[in-house]
């Protein structure tokens, strides 16, 4: 067997060091990779969004529309049906949202807009959780005392609950329960919203049928509207938001 000189010696070394290096790097790198991927996947969808809507407020005009809310709000292709409006339409709806996290988020959602006009849906999650609608009530006057406080010239439509069909007892809703609550909200909704000078528009009877369930044609899955759906809503609401009264 050949005797290896002191520079093959050196030269082979050399190399094995570089190997061990690049394996520990390697390694490094994929716990450093590991470690991100499971903050990422730790923000919740309610996180991911909050974080998004802060970036792209720096590009927004102010004094716009602003519509917050849960997911009937989060899945509304706004400019499909408001884009004629002289003033643009942000949609600042999070999928799951309740009230207490819009309460939550009122900065980043509204008030680095400042908007002259705001559309809150908010308390289906709430409802389907069981809260209490006492509890519900109490959440909804302070995010209405808070935006009264912070764009005090701002023009508030506060919108109805919407009905739900069969479909959602598949998720373990008690439809029959959860109907009679949304009900009574609304009706606690309404004086809540005009107490504070704002307005209430009552969108469960154009979507309830006579047992007060979604008409079909307006609900895709048993809870969020279908495209006839937001039609509907849209109709309702563009007087207002066109400067009607």
């Not at 959780?129 to 509890?135: C, L, M, N, T, V």
Request: glycine share 6%; charged share 25%.
């Amino acid at each position: 067997m050949k005797k290896l000189s002191l520079k093959e010696i050196i030269y082979f070394g050399v190399i094995a060091l570089l190997v061990v290096a690049v394996a520990t790097m390697s390694a490094l790198y994929g716990v450093e990779a590991a470690r991100r991927r499971e903050a990422e996947d730790a923000l919740t969808y309610y996180d991911r969004k909050v974080a998004a809507f802060e970036r792209e407020n720096s590009d927004c005009d102010k004094g716009q529309i602003v519509f917050i809310g849960d997911s009937i709000t989060d899945y509304y292709p706004l400019d499909d049906y408001y884009g004629d409006l002289s003033l643009r339409a942000y949609n600042r709806g999070i999928a799951r949202d309740r009230t207490d996290g819009v309460l939550a988020r009122l900065k980043v959602s509204l008030y680095d807009l400042a908007p002259t006009k705001v559309v809150l849906l908010i308390g289906i999650n709430d409802v389907n959780a069981g809260r209490s609608i006492d509890e519900i009530v109490a959440n909804y006057t302070a995010i209405l005392v808070s935006i009264r406080a912070n764009l005090p010239d701002c023009e508030v439509t506060c919108l109805s609950v919407l009905p739900m069909d069969a479909r959602v007892e598949d998720w373990g809703i008690d439809l029959a329960k959860s109907t009679a609550r949304i009900k009574e909200l609304n009706g606690r909704i309404k004086p809540l919203a005009e107490g504070k000078g704002y307005r209430f528009v009552d969108l469960f009877p154009l979507f309830a049928d006579e047992n007060d369930h979604m008409i079909p044609e307006y609900v895709y899955d048993g809870l969020h509207p279908s495209a006839e759906g937001y039609a509907v809503w849209a109709e309702a609401l563009k007087p207002y938001l066109n400067g009607g009264v």
